[in-house]
């Protein structure tokens, strides 16, 4: 949030990271539009831009917005160089932006997980409960459960296999040049 944002340039911070809605995790709730032009009004330092990326084309809708840089997680995580289970990349692969859940069950803070994880750990993920994250206690071994809970943004839409991080950053590279070459040439 943005006091916290404050808080942390007033600290000296070097630069910040601004989480969308729709990102990996522990989630933003605001449109990536919003949320770059409320920090742009008190930051003007380097600004990362996170949530829902995972084409080249994200990247330059990204920088047109203010943003100096995108950071993409989920993309990532279905690569082969990832340590991620098989099964939680074949997830990522075969899950839609609808298949991103947003809860605070598991952690106490409010995160996108995906549905098929949450299924598969015998919870409807339509009918989660709400935790209040003052209580919850970390220190059992009930919370060995959730490290099967996969968390996702909703850029699971636009990863359709698990490749290499070359493989990966070369795409990125190509869209990239596409999207701004694209928009270069508007009238």
Request: charged share 20%; with cysteine.
């Amino acid at each position: 949030n943005n006091a916290f944002a404050k808080k942390a340039i007033e600290k000296g911070a070097d630069g910040l990271i601004a989480v969308a809605a729709g990102a990996g995790g522990h989630a933003g709730m605001m449109s990536p539009f919003a949320l770059i032009t409320e920090v742009r009004k008190f930051w003007d330092g380097p600004l990362i831009l996170s949530g829902a990326m995972s084409k080249g084309e994200h990247i330059v809708a990204a920088l047109a917005m203010g943003a100096d840089m995108a950071y993409m997680g989920t993309r990532f995580i279905a690569s082969q160089e990832a340590k991620a289970s098989q099964a939680y990349k074949d997830s990522l692969v075969s899950s839609q932006a609808s298949d991103i859940i947003y809860s605070n069950l598991f952690t106490g803070v409010h995160g996108n997980y995906l549905r098929s994880s949450i299924a598969a750990a015998g919870l409807d993920p339509d009918h989660l409960p709400f935790t209040d994250k003052n209580t919850m206690d970390f220190s059992g071994a009930s919370t060995k459960a959730w490290r099967d809970i996969w968390g996702a943004g909703q850029s699971v839409s636009g990863i359709d296999s698990v490749e290499s991080v070359q493989d990966i950053v070369t795409q990125l590279a190509l869209e990239f040049t596409q999207a701004k070459n694209k928009l270069c040439a508007l009238p």
